[in-house]
């Protein structure tokens, strides 16, 4: 009976999958080319003037061959067709938090320190919903691409992403990226929207001696803060049931309200980064040619690179409350504003703006021609930074620096090697540096990959401990900078579908916040030690498990809010069925050990070490069902069942930390869609 059901529900799929199919083809007929397939789109060798996949291609195929790398890297990667974790392509990474709503500031469970050296405003609560340049592709395609995602959540939670790339000649790719996230949420005034933009342009001169890179990013977080419930205790005594009627610390509960389309914040955090970025490199180096019966191949083996980058930003960090209860922010976080006798409220405002202008000249020499991915790095950078405070005072700073680097990813591909430093000679951050150093070698294929690396960074404190900055932060004195080492170690044997993690950091001067707004600085030497753990286990022909488990030891005493154990665990029915489906479906759980978690301060955006209050939730339970057919994707998830086992009421949710409860029972469904133009 159950293999009926079965058999009945993939044919109703695939019945779907050819109403899809028959669709496209239709559209063939005007010129739109059936799905891709997705191929690897690698060339022959390191050198592009080998690659004729961009030459030879016939516009009446149906196939594609579609690569990216990331900025600043040479790895070419393909597209990510599989279905069996959603959190892939999730904004939020699974062992990272949010405060009860999508699109609400996060923090990870794992030990994550910001490992990098120079100026940093101190405001990193939204980092992970944001396009960087770190994370930004740059595409080579053999026809235009565009991929479309709308995913829809409970309580009209709803994400939009469109991606498009194209080469209009084989010398010159653009890429368009938008995505907009908007999420209500279930609590009072806890409503939050994320914009991305992103626009990337890569051209190369038909000689193969100028490049040009552009890249364009602008972001927006908008996030109404409640400061947390007032007594999560009575979420199982509502009258209506609804979540809503809770009371909360922050905002006017008679002008909350939630839209589908728009957030207004009067009560939270606008966060907004721009930043333009022009790369230019002229490469001096040695012609050549291959010539076959039918053409000649042109080639060109760069030896010199002379490269010029100038980069801009624009980055503002806002909290206002137009609606400031003196009486709540007296008693909930013992911050005092001045009351309004006539009844009336305040209104708060911390804001502090930054220009940041980077003017990088490098010299770059390959010392073997035939090998792209071997490279000696040498560069200066001038820095100059304006910020503005509260829209009124403003502060000027310099940084110059200078930085160096080797990369070599040999030509057989056993090894590869990437080491680079960083010196602040003089301005704001003098004295900062950072180096770091990665090695990593193929043992051999049924062995498998082993990985080892360095890291050190001395960094000043950043600029939300001065005391020139408009948010309130009790505490500032003349910090010392702060200093972090890190040492790692990463196995992946793929025959075993395992990897190896192991982590230790080294920790000094640390800065944190154990209040609301109060910082302090651990002087004393710390260590953490983290080791992770990821295998698929094959239990049966279409059953696997796939295992992840991670462990955390921290000095004792040492300021730093962190799990013993988190673990994830997904038990999934897949495989490929009828030819075209690609089949995943099963339960995901997720746990921590008991521990103290970080509270959080809407005021400054900080997370803040607290010892008062332990966590010890239920794991969380979750429900999924994801599927693939050709170029269309389909994610459906239900989310947090722990909820609805007994015993029933507050006892039964799951919680951030203290006084922020998480959803209820979630409901999710998503599609990605792949087209050639």
Do not use: C
């Not at 050296?117 to 080579?140: C, P, R, S």
């Not at 109060?518 to 295992?547: D, P, V, W």
């Amino acid at each position: 009976m159950k293999k009926n059901l079965l058999n009945i529900f993939l044919l109703s799929v695939l019945f779907l999958a050819s109403v899809h199919s028959m669709a496209q083809r239709t559209l063939k007929t005007d010129g739109v080319s059936a799905p891709p397939t997705l191929g690897n789109g690698q060339g022959k060798g390191n050198n592009r003037g080998t690659d004729t996949s961009f030459k030879h291609r016939d516009d009446n195929a149906d196939t594609i061959n579609i690569t990216y790398r990331y900025f600043d890297k040479n790895k070419t990667n393909i597209l990510d067709s599989t279905v069996n974790d959603f959190n892939t392509r999730f904004p939020i990474p699974w062992h990272n938090k949010d405060l009860g709503n999508l699109g609400t500031a996060t923090t990870s469970f794992l030990f994550n320190p910001q490992l990098k050296a120079g100026f940093d405003a101190g405001f990193h609560q939204y980092d992970i919903y944001n396009y960087t340049l770190e994370n930004t592709k740059l595409y080579q395609t053999t026809k235009p691409f565009t991929q479309m995602v709308y995913l829809l959540g409970s309580n009209a939670e709803q994400t939009i992403s469109v991606l498009h790339t194209q080469n209009k000649k084989e010398n010159l790719n653009y890429s368009l990226e938008y995505r907009f996230i908007n999420s209500p949420g279930v609590y009072k005034n806890q409503n939050a929207s994320v914009n991305n933009t992103r626009f990337a342009l890569q051209y190369q001169s038909p000689n193969k001696r100028y490049h040009l890179t552009l890249v364009y990013i602008a972001n927006k977080n908008a996030s109404s803060e409640n400061g947390g419930t007032v007594d999560y205790k009575r979420l199982d005594s509502l009258a209506l049931g609804n979540p809503f009627e809770l009371p909360v610390r922050l905002g006017l509960g008679s002008v909350i309200t939630r839209s589908l389309f728009n957030t207004t914040v009067n009560t939270g955090n606008t966060y907004q980064h721009t930043q333009f970025l022009v790369r230019q490199q002229y490469d001096l180096g040695q012609k050549d040619s291959i010539v076959t019966d039918s053409s000649v191949v042109k080639l060109f083996y760069p030896r010199l690179r002379l490269q010029h980058q100038l980069s801009y930003k624009k980055n503002s960090y806002w909290f206002r409350d137009v609606y400031a209860d003196s009486a709540n922010y007296a008693s909930y976080m013992g911050y005092n504003i001045k009351g309004n006798a006539a009844g009336y409220y305040d209104t708060i405002s911390f804001k502090d703006s930054w220009s940041n202008i980077e003017n990088e000249l490098s010299i770059i020499s390959f010392p073997d021609k035939k090998n792209a991915s071997q490279f000696i790095k040498a560069s200066a950078t001038y820095q100059n930074l304006v910020g503005t405070f509260n829209d009124s005072t403003k502060n000027k700073y310099y940084n110059i620096f200078i930085g160096g680097e080797y990369r070599n990813r040999t030509k057989n591909r056993v090894w590869d090697i990437e080491a680079n430093a960083q010196l602040y000679l003089s301005g704001f951050n003098a004295g900062d540096y950072a180096a770091f150093i990665s090695l990593q070698k193929l043992l051999s294929k049924k062995v498998g990959t082993l990985q080892v690396g360095f890291q050190n960074v001395n960094k000043s404190p950043s600029f939300i401990y001065n005391a020139a900055s408009a948010f309130i932060v009790n505490n500032r004195t003349t910090y010392n900078k702060e200093n972090t080492t890190k040492i790692w170690a990463n196995y992946f044997n793929k025959n075993l579908n395992l990897s190896l993690t192991g982590e230790y950091f080294l920790v000094s001067n640390y800065l944190y916040f154990d209040s609301f707004y109060s910082a302090k600085q651990y002087a004393s030497l710390f260590n953490i030690l983290h080791i992770g753990l990821e295998k698929k286990f094959k239990l049966a022909k279409y059953i696997n498990l796939y295992s992840e488990v991670h462990l955390q030891q921290v000095t004792a005493n040492a300021p730093v809010n962190i799990p013993q154990v988190l673990t994830r665990q997904r038990i999934a029915f897949e495989g490929n069925f009828y030819k075209n489906l690609h089949l995943s479906t099963g339960l995901e759980f997720r746990y921590h050990s008991r521990y103290n978690p970080y509270g959080y301060s809407p005021l400054n955006g900080q997370f803040y070490y607290q010892s008062s209050y332990s966590l010890w939730n239920r794991p969380d339970i979750n429900f999924f069902f994801n599927f693939r057919i050709k170029t269309f994707k389909a994610f459906l998830r239900v989310e947090n069942l722990n909820t609805m086992l007994p015993p029933s009421g507050y006892k039964s949710y799951n919680y951030s930390t203290l006084q922020y409860p998480m959803e209820t029972t979630w409901l999710r469904f998503g599609i990605w869609w792949d087209f050639v133009n």
